[in-house]
């Protein structure tokens, strides 16, 4: 069981925006920034979201992120066939000696 | 542009340890931290620990006493030893980099990723 929360999957039909949740607690999102990656079938992970709000250069701006207390989102818009793809959410707990933990991951249906 | 390139045995039987090895390419090798990640079948992604140049490591708190990360530093290579593999450790492998001084979920290079089957 992952300890950040995300639904399992999650669908749109082309153009629509779609959101992707991700819950956290005091110790992990509450306290450090979120992380996004997007896994193509096949492809290793890719990083989409960085620091909760930060697009890496050549992530389109159709992709946004944001974070409030122990949640984050992201959101896709102008949804794309492309689009279609796992998306994990990350970021740093600091319980324990301090370790990275993810969310159990989000399967994106373009309709 | 840095490119991340892993190897290591595929195949493993119970009990044996599982070695493998990320090789950087194309960017420095100090001043971050080199991590690995799993995802085992039909399972989410899973952090196993990362490493920095100094050798100081950080690692997931339910793997931690199987997990050994170490490093060279003249190859720009960094390496994962987990002993005692069962199925459960069955998953596939990627190395990746956190462009920070460690503490943050930040991953912006990935290796291609090892398959790694304990049967």
């Known amino acids: 069981q992952s300890v950040l929360t995300q639904p399992p999957s999650a669908s749109g039909t082309p153009g629509q925006r779609v959101t992707i949740s991700c819950s956290g607690t005091s110790s992990n999102i509450g306290n450090n920034y979120v992380y996004w990656y997007q896994r193509l079938p096949g492809m290793a992970p890719k990083l989409l979201i960085y620091k909760s709000y930060q697009r890496p250069s050549g992530v389109p701006e159709r992709f946004s992120g944001s974070q409030s207390g122990a949640s984050a989102s992201l959101a896709i818009s102008g949804l794309r066939s492309e689009d279609e793809a796992e998306y994990y959410c990350a970021a740093w707990d600091d319980s324990l000696t301090g370790h990275v933990v993810f969310g159990g991951g989000t399967k994106l249906t373009v309709l | 542009q840095v490119q991340l390139q892993q190897w290591g045995a595929g195949l493993l039987k119970p009990s044996e340890t599982l070695s493998l090895t990320c090789a950087v390419y194309?960017?420095?090798?100090?001043?971050?931290?080199w991590s690995w990640i799993r995802q085992p079948p039909g399972k989410g992604l899973e952090w196993i620990g990362e490493i920095n140049h100094s050798g100081r490591t950080n690692y997931n708190p339910s793997l931690k006493s199987r997990v050994t990360l170490s490093m060279d530093t003249s190859k720009n290579q960094f390496s994962l030893n987990l002993r005692s593999v069962t199925a459960a450790d069955t998953a596939l492998y990627y190395c990746?980099?956190?462009?920070?001084?460690?503490?943050?979920?930040?991953?912006?290079?990935w290796g291609q990723g090892n398959l790694v089957i304990v049967s």
């Open positions: 990746a980099r956190n462009p920070t001084r460690g503490a943050s979920g930040w991953l912006d290079y």
């Open positions: 194309g960017g420095s090798f100090s001043g971050y931290y």
